[in-house]
């Protein structure tokens, strides 16, 4: 079992930054692909990032690519989303979320997550 919990969220001006974290519990944090998603008001919720159980290696959706950075701490049991260059269409709730032994690329192709954090909500203002 694998608990997450995001935060890091809230309301940033177009063109700022904000990172977000998520915390994960248990001791086998390590073996997961972790995955930043998010969803919008109205919207279908949508993959935003990812990063390999063991490499390291990323993968990003095309809408954020250059402007945000998937990293983890694996000491730390902890995920980070760091986005910069913020736009208005950037504004949902974004979830992070853990799949065993997954690669990012699996994750960033719809492979289905094993566990789901709440939320944290970001705000983006123009």
């Known amino acids: 079992q694998v608990r997450l919990v995001e935060s890091g969220g809230g309301l940033v001006q177009a063109g700022g930054s904000l990172r977000l974290s998520c915390a994960a519990s248990?001791?086998?944090?390590?073996?997961?692909?972790m995955g930043w998603f998010r969803q919008a008001p109205g919207k279908e919720r949508e993959f935003v990032a990812s990063?390999?159980?063991?490499?390291?290696?990323?993968y990003y959706a095309d809408s954020v690519k250059g402007r945000f950075t998937i990293s983890r701490d694996n000491a730390e049991n902890t995920v980070y989303l760091q986005m910069n260059s913020l736009e208005p269409e950037d504004t949902a709730v974004y979830y992070c979320?853990?799949?065993?032994?997954?690669?990012?690329?699996?994750?960033?192709?719809?492979?289905?997550?094993?566990?789901w954090g709440k939320g944290t909500l970001v705000t983006v203002s123009s």
């Open positions: 990063i390999t159980w063991s490499s390291g290696f990323t």
């Open positions: 248990g001791r086998t944090f390590s073996r997961y692909g």
């Open positions: 979320a853990a799949a065993q032994w997954s690669t990012a690329q699996a994750i960033g192709r719809n492979r289905d997550m094993d566990y």
